[in-house]
């Protein structure tokens, strides 16, 4: 029973991230597809999270602890190229 209400949990959270994709590729503004490419880094994660609970393994916590990290960092940089325009500031010389 607990592993069925697992693999429905799955299937809800993929048919989510299809809209998501939806989202990133037809959004109206740059901002909505950053808000749906950090859902989608969520959603991937729980997903891969539940999988680990119904195979009974630890295997997958380094790419859980790996795509939260490259989630939160993509979720970083689209924001700082949304207020500013770039990612980094620097001249030709090094300088900020």
């Not at 209400?5 to 299809?18: D, N, Q």
């Not at 808000?35 to 997958?60: N, Q, Y």
């Not at 990290?69 to 001249?91: H, N, P, Q």
Request: proline content about 1%; charged content about 15%; hydrophobic content about 60%.
């Amino acid at each position: 029973m607990f592993e069925a209400v697992l693999w429905i949990s799955v299937t809800f959270i993929s048919l989510a991230m299809i809209g998501l994709i939806y989202r990133v590729i037809k959004g109206p503004t740059v901002a909505d597809r950053v808000v749906a490419l950090d859902a989608i880094g969520i959603s991937l994660v729980s997903v891969i999270a539940l999988v680990s609970i119904v195979l009974e393994t630890s295997a997958f916590l380094d790419i859980i602890l790996l795509i939260g990290i490259l989630a939160f960092i993509g979720t970083v940089a689209f924001s700082k190229f949304l207020e500013k325009g770039v990612i980094m500031e620097y001249d030709r010389n090094g300088n900020r």
